[in-house]
């Protein structure tokens, strides 16, 4: 066998050869120990130290005179080995090594002239001299002579079938076992492009296993690599220009909204009726929420390119690789740190704030919306009381999708109620802020996908103006405060959402 799996084959060898040489092996092997088992005891045997199998008979054939003319037979006569009973010509047991039950079959085999014993072994008759019957019973096997050996160890041929049967078992172990190693070393090579690969690991040199179909994989995974690399700086190029071109829109809209902002406050100045007052304070109030909005989407912006800077810092401008080792705990230490990147980058920064004082700020918004849209709103506030631990923006652009949600939904010149009050669910106290309409309720369906992101109900089908955000950004939103989203129907007719954001000690 040797040092044959560490021998280095030539390339484009196949799995093929590399099975003849293992059979080769294993088969010119298994003949070598049966060839030394073999040997083993033919030198033994020829320095008699094996006694043949017929050594017994050849005793008995030896004390075969002095058997029969004995006066009696006794032990020095018989080969140790052997048992005897001296009978009556009449089978009258006399004497001798027999048991009870083998003297009565000895003298039966006798009568029917049977030499074959039951068992294992022969019988031989002595006619005696004294008109006795002399029958012993031996044995055709090989022993050894040494008697401390003959006790030790099983009969020299079994003992050289069963050497042979543990070497070969040795040897089929040994043999199996740096055939596996082989082709585990070759494989390897596979599995760890695979994992590079799956992990966006690209920065790597091509190797080759010496197998010439594992090459072929490898070689159809290095072009997959390739493709995928190209891919992914396309992918950054088309997100960085997205992000860009957001920039900048964001930039440009500030322009119109100052002007939007600044007009409305020259108008304040002035002299206005009463209904045109109030007008103009829902332009003003409204133009300061998308001042945040766009505050908050600089942040994000900001934050990505930070952290797109971060990563090029530690890997080099043209490394791609994610770090990360494989391993499952490390996989969620790094699902953790991309969620809390996630919020961080969203720019949530949770204040404490009454539920009396931000009831205010979604009435209002309710109000502010109803107002722009015509849509008439009935105003429920039951006592408040405790805080909330949110962001606020994110709340209210939460808020905001719900009631838009439900004014698009209800019928035309339907109104929609708007309810705030304390409500305790699972062992926990909210606020719950809810929006119903008048509408025909969701269906089963919207029950159960309405909160999924581009799901569109079949009222919303034709829609030009629905994409099926608005609910799953409200969820998206409320879930990262802590809080939760119910959707339902009303109890006669209509749909009600309702917004949980739970109320902190």
């Not at 050996?149 to 040994?174: C, G, I, N, Q, W």
């Not at 829109?249 to 108008?267: M, S």
């Not at 994610?322 to 705990?329: C, I, L």
Request: charged content about 30%; some cysteine.
């Amino acid at each position: 066998m040797g040092d044959w799996v560490s021998v280095e084959m030539k390339n484009n060898i196949t799995i093929t050869v590399v099975f003849l040489r293992f059979v080769i092996i294993y088969t010119v092997g298994a003949l070598f120990w049966l060839f030394a088992a073999v040997m083993i005891y033919f030198v033994l045997d020829a320095a008699g130290e094996v006694l043949p199998a017929n050594h017994m008979e050849a005793q008995l054939n030896a004390s075969a005179d002095e058997i029969q003319s004995v006066s009696k037979v006794t032990d020095e006569q018989i080969p140790a080995e052997c048992m005897y009973g001296v009978y009556e010509r009449t089978g009258d047991w006399l004497y001798g090594t027999f048991s009870s039950e083998e003297s009565g079959q000895a003298w039966a085999s006798y009568e029917e002239n049977d030499i074959y014993a039951q068992g294992k072994g022969y019988y031989r008759f002595f006619v005696r001299d004294a008109g006795e019957i002399c029958i012993v019973k031996y044995k055709i096997e090989t022993r050894f002579r040494n008697e401390y050996l003959d006790k030790l160890l099983p009969r020299p041929d079994l003992l050289m079938v069963v050497s042979f049967a543990a070497m070969f078992l040795l040897h089929t172990v040994l043999v199996s076992r740096y055939f596996g190693k082989y082709m585990r070393a070759r494989l390897r090579i596979l599995l760890e492009v695979a994992e590079k690969i799956r992990n966006q690991d690209l920065e790597f040199a091509e190797e080759h296993s010496g197998l010439r179909e594992v090459n072929e994989i490898l070689s159809s995974l290095y072009q997959m690599k390739k493709a995928l690399k190209e891919s992914l700086y396309r992918q950054w190029d088309v997100e960085k220009s997205r992000d860009e071109q957001i920039a900048a829109l964001a930039h440009d809209i500030k322009t119109p909204l100052t002007v939007i902002r600044g007009n409305a406050e020259l108008l304040a100045e002035g002299e206005l009726a009463e209904d045109e007052q109030e007008y103009n304070r829902d332009i003003l109030s409204s133009a300061a929420v998308m001042e945040n909005y766009l505050q908050s989407l600089n942040e994000l912006l900001m934050a990505d390119r930070e952290r797109a800077s971060g990563e090029e810092g530690d890997a080099g401008e043209n490394d791609i690789r994610r770090d990360n080792a494989g391993e499952d705990d490390d996989r969620e230490k790094d699902i953790r740190r991309d969620d809390d990147r996630e919020k961080e980058i969203a720019g949530i920064a949770a204040d404490m704030v009454s539920c009396m004082e931000f009831a205010d700020k979604l009435i209002e918004q309710a109000r502010l919306l109803s107002s722009a849209r015509q849509c008439p709103a009935a105003f429920q506030r039951n006592d408040l009381h405790g805080k909330i631990r949110c962001n606020e923006t994110q709340i209210l652009r939460a808020w905001s999708n719900i009631l838009g949600n439900a004014m698009d939904y209800g019928p035309e010149n339907g109104r929609i109620q708007i309810s705030l009050k304390m409500r305790k669910d699972e062992g926990k106290e909210y606020l719950a802020a809810a929006a119903a309409d008048e509408g025909p309720g969701f269906s089963r369906q919207d029950l159960m996908h309405a909160t999924e992101q581009f799901y569109q109900g079949d009222r919303s089908r034709n829609s030009k103006t629905h994409y099926g955000i608005g609910l799953h950004t409200a969820e998206k939103f409320v879930k990262r405060q802590g809080g939760k989203l119910v959707i339902e129907n009303g109890e006669a007719t209509g749909a009600r959402v309702t917004m949980l954001l739970e109320v902190r000690s």
